[in-house]
């Protein structure tokens, strides 16, 4: 039943209440969401990212302010639409495409590197992986932020930290999705992170030459 209930609000979260989502995302870690989806940046490899379930567009805004030239892709036409207007809010023109991630609509050997923060189940969905296996260059990655485990001791930080236990947020299922990676051909790996109220978890999944 709780699963059903949390199912059922991410989906609003995701769709009709896309609007919402940087600030609930921003509450539940207590401030520290950016710096997680951040810490993906450094594993990155090339210039043209594709970023997978792009959101809201803080990603897309990162990378380019960085020099890279992102791609976005997201199956929500909310998300779509308040990402296109952070963008064009910056002046900027990046491209996006809706779409499912088992059927990319992209060519094969288009990306260096793929991008992931905080996926949907689909990431770990076998489909999926043939399709992100298919349109990473040979020698490029595909870098998934799963979840982060906050550890702070302030009152804030333990009640967020129960927060996400209760939601089922936390778990090795990092772990397993490591496994399904390398399994489906990628030589993968898992790193954590420390940053100074939590950890984070980043999956690094290449694709070999």
């Known amino acids: 039943m709780l699963r059903r209930l949390l199912l059922f609000a991410f989906r609003l979260l995701y769709n009709e209440l896309a609007w919402t989502y940087d600030l609930v995302s921003w509450s539940v ?13 450094p594993y990155l490899r090339g210039h043209r990212i594709l970023e997978i379930a792009h959101g809201t567009g803080n990603m897309l805004l990162d990378l380019a302010a960085l020099g890279f030239e992102p791609v976005g892709l997201d199956l929500s036409p909310a998300m779509g639409r308040l990402a296109r207007r952070k963008i064009r ?7 996006l495409a809706r779409g499912r991630v088992q059927a990319l ?26 399709e992100f296996h298919r349109v990473l260059q040979p020698g490029g990655v ?11 001791t302030a009152r804030l930080d333990r009640f967020a930290d129960w ?6 947020q936390t778990g090795d299922w990092h772990t397993q999705l490591n496994e399904i990676y390398t399994a489906a051909g990628f030589s993968a790996r898992a790193e954590r992170l420390r940053l100074p109220r939590s950890v984070v978890m980043v999956i ?3 694709k070999k030459a």
């Open 29 to 41: 870690s207590i401030g520290q969401w950016r710096s997680w989806q951040r810490a993906a940046l």
């Open 89 to 95: 809010s910056k002046g900027l023109d990046l491209p």
């Open 105 to 130: 609509p992209f060519e094969s050997n288009s990306f260096p590197s793929i991008l992931s923060t905080f996926p949907a189940e689909f990431i770990a969905s076998p489909s999926a992986l043939d």
């Open 142 to 152: 595909m870098v998934i932020v799963p979840l982060a485990l906050i550890t702070g």
């Open 163 to 168: 927060l996400f236990r209760v939601t089922g």
């Open 204 to 206: 690094i999944a290449e």
